[in-house]
DNA sequence: TTGAAAGCGTTACCAT
DNA sequence: ATGGTAACGCTTTCAA
């Protein structure tokens, strides 16, 4: 349609001024005077002069384009846990003028892809949820990279450059909870990032704790419906459920409606996220509230300072709170 | 950390090979001895050479990353049909080495930006969900600067680059199984993308459609128990309901919990779009199935079609299923 | 405040 | 099969 594009070169020698004061116009470092500067805006408006991306980041040597990368749960089943996170990130980078990559992982498989992507310089800096291996990787590689970047969730390699949640006070109200609820046989579901939660469930267990046992879940509905088949086989005795995740607890409840078992009176689940669906599922989940949204917004802000700035930075972390609802 | 990057001038220089030599090895166009390739590769990943993505964009002119603008529904609730779709879009991505950019858009305000970004030329291709006055001009844009583009969901302006799912079909399912199972006063819960939707259940009603009630609802969980709420208000006689999408469906199964209304008994409930989510709530939601994985797998092997040759493309209709489950 | 011109790091054409 | 080199379109000194 438009055919060619316009050049800086081509569009500068059409208001008979220079290339430099062009660019300069657009930036906001240039000096230069306000009504060169206006006519300039103006007619680009008008003409449909637009900077070509490319050429100005190998220019300014950097993009402002930002990277998400996040463990992948696949099994086709959406991850809300991403999807409430990333609500927060889009909501404030829509504020600042920059893109958002996204970049979900697998296993091994394409981490050398990620690493050329990575090196070659596209990113002005990455936020990388924890939880696996390829986390790991991810972060060693920025480091090498010297990448800004910043983690979300507990990593044993870093502690500064991090937003991670209060996974351990918040699993240590539900243990307390249930305790002081009565509840006898206490189950935990596993996920992803355990090893606070399951200290904290402990700790909030007391006595109960020598009681607690670890099952291995998983991460989507179907994997929970499963798990709850498979407890109440091996564990029929079992009263009480934490669930490393909200949907993991949502496929628990469902199991629990085709078992016939009564929530809360036989058994209480509680789940850990507090993803939207929580509030309405039936009956209504208990959950540790995880704030995603807000840990969104600060993994940016936090990113966007260590890009701006030399400033340091300390870690920051998200309080958890327990909430009570109908499951437990 | 690493400090400088070696450019290809030095990692040639080191080779004692030429740049042009070396730019061949990692192209695939380029003729060059499979020996010299391979040493060259070898040390690449010694020295840890890496080509500058931005000097290779604005030589080559043109990017691999492909963009998916989708409007946002923000009242910060995640959007969960977006959340698969993106699912398939990702995963069909993950094989093609290329990177997906995601922005999501709300009302007006930032179409400026998305503007000056389409045009700057950081995009292969794009992808936009159809739906809002946004869309429109997502597409318009696309088509002045001559981007290749496939848009998801029916536009009135766009007819060939589509991926469409067949929505009168599945209201036309939905609004049959309605009155054959014996209802009488259906109502229908509009979101986006209605016009076919409401075309389909009006003939599936048959007779039934003229006394077809039209509810403005929404997208989110707490549009849906609210939509109910009025709803039985409103029209205390309703006793089925058709929606536009499963998160308002959803939403409607909390409400009649709480107002005690027996699903499926006193009101059959019908969700759109059938997201994971909605096999596990109780009682289980019957949905039009649109198989979004599907739509998104397809989206972006039809964009890459259009990016990669000339080929003409047909648009694309996925077909949808009325799937029964226990909610009517 | 503005202009001229030297990069920025690749790719691709033209030679060899 | 390989090398030399002119683009690619912008930003940023340095001078005026």
Request: contains cysteine.
């Amino acid at each position: 349609m438009t055919g060619k594009k316009l050049t800086i070169k081509e569009f500068a020698a059409q208001l008979e001024v220079s290339t430099a004061t062009v660019s300069r116009a657009f930036s906001t470092r240039g000096r230069i005077s306000d009504v060169t500067r206006e006519m300039i805006i103006t007619k680009a408006a008008e003409l449909g002069y637009h900077a070509n991306i490319h050429a100005s980041n190998l220019s300014r040597r950097g993009s402002s384009t930002i990277a998400l990368f996040y463990p992948a749960i696949s099994n086709n089943e959406p991850d809300y846990f991403i999807t409430e996170l990333l609500l927060g990130i889009n909501e404030t980078l829509h504020h600042t003028g920059k893109m958002l990559q996204i970049h979900p992982f697998y296993n091994g498989s394409n981490m050398a892809f990620f690493r050329d992507y990575i090196l070659s310089g596209v990113f002005s800096g990455i936020i990388i949820v924890a939880g696996t291996n390829g986390s790991k990787e991810l972060l060693s590689l920025a480091k090498t990279a010297n990448l800004p970047y910043i983690v979300i969730g507990h990593m044993s390699t870093e502690s500064s450059r991090t937003v991670v949640f209060d996974n351990e006070g918040g699993a240590y109200q539900a243990g307390k909870y249930l305790r002081q609820t009565g509840r006898e046989h206490p189950v935990y579901v596993s996920g992803h990032l355990d090893r606070r939660k399951k200290k904290g469930l402990r700790s909030g267990l007391g006595a109960l704790a020598e009681k607690l046992i670890l099952f291995d879940g998983g991460s989507s509905l179907a994997d929970g419906k499963r798990a709850l088949r498979t407890i109440m086989q091996q564990q029929p005795q079992t009263d009480a459920i934490l669930c490393a995740n909200d949907v993991l607890a949502l496929g628990i409840l469902k199991a629990a409606h085709e078992l016939k078992i009564a929530i809360p009176e036989q058994l209480a689940v509680i789940g850990f996220d507090n993803i939207k669906m929580s509030g309405y599922s039936h009956p209504a989940l208990s959950t540790v509230s995880l704030n995603l949204f807000r840990a969104g917004e600060i993994a940016v802000k936090q990113l966007i300072k260590l890009i701006d700035s030399t400033e340091q930075l300390r870690p920051i972390k998200i309080e958890s709170e327990l909430i009570i609802r109908e499951s437990a």
